[in-house]
T-cell receptor
Framework: GQQVMQIPQYQHVQEGEDFTTYCNSS?????IQWYKQRPGGHPVFLIQ?????EVKKQKRLTFQFGEAKKNSSLHITATQTTDVGTYFCAEEYGNKLVFGAGTILRVKS | NAGVTQTPKFQVLKTGQSMTLQCAQD?????MSWYRQDPGMGLRLIHYSVGAGITDQGEVPNGYNVSRSTTEDFPLRLLSAAPSQTSVYFC??????????????FGPGTRLLVL
């Protein structure tokens, strides 16, 4: 079935370092959503990207949608311990929202 | 609004037992869905519903049944529990059908262990 590939699976960074996770699809996406799940918690919506080449920022988080709408990235500048968790991208597929496998972020203080 | 609520929070079952995971939302959302989350596999869609009386299968529907008799409730039934169904189950809802400008709101999850 339809699936977005998300990399890396896991990243451990020093506090203050930057972090990026990527999602790639073999097909053109109509839109892509990003979610964050804190350890022991539930996924929480962060943002949705719809337009080709779109860039959106939320404080230290920058989200990009590729020009061909086949890939997306989430970049965190100067990570903090509050950024720990799993970051998921999700694509719309028919009436379904299909999630990537997620990137687990750990931050060393 | 309570948002999306799930009960129970934790459950231990023996192989072959049946049970129902409850999910309710008070936001008058049309779309509801069930996911299971396993390590390294992200969230996989089990079943979803675009409105009362309408349900459909997701990626991993085998061993699960759903019904949607009201807009608010979307229970997930395990017919005969198997150890492979040990997982964390999340219910989610969306105001309208999945699409641009529609985001999913997740419940707190149910942790299920099948022995």
């Amino acid at each position: 079935g339809q699936q977005v590939m998300q990399i890396p699976q896991y990243q451990h960074v020093q506090e203050g370092e930057d972090f990026t996770t990527y999602c790639n699809s073999s097909t053109t996406l109509s839109n892509i959503q990003w979610y964050k799940q804190r350890p022991g918690g539930h996924p929480v919506f962060l943002i949705q990207l719809v337009k080709s080449g779109e860039v959106k920022k939320q404080k230290r988080l920058t989200f990009q949608f590729g020009e061909a709408k086949k890939n997306s990235s989430l970049h965190i500048t100067a990570t903090q311990t509050t950024d720990v968790g799993t970051y998921f991208c999700a694509e719309e597929y028919g009436n379904k929202l299909v999630f990537g496998a997620g990137t687990i972020l750990r931050v060393k203080s | 609004n309570a948002g999306v609520t799930q009960t129970p929070k934790f459950q231990v079952l023996k192989t072959g037992q049946s049970m129902t995971l409850q999910c309710a939302q008070d936001m008058n959302h049309e779309y509801m869905s069930w996911y299971r989350q396993d390590p390294g596999m992200g969230l996989r869609l089990i079943h979803y519903s675009v409105g009362a009386g309408i349900t459909d299968q997701g990626e991993v529907p085998n061993g699960y049944n759903v019904s949607r008799s009201t807009t608010e409730d979307f229970p997930l039934r395990l017919l005969s529990a198997a150890p492979s169904q040990t997982s964390v189950y999340f219910c989610a809802s969306t105001r309208g059908r999945v699409g641009p400008q529609e985001t999913q709101y997740f419940g707190p999850g149910t942790r299920l262990l099948v022995l």
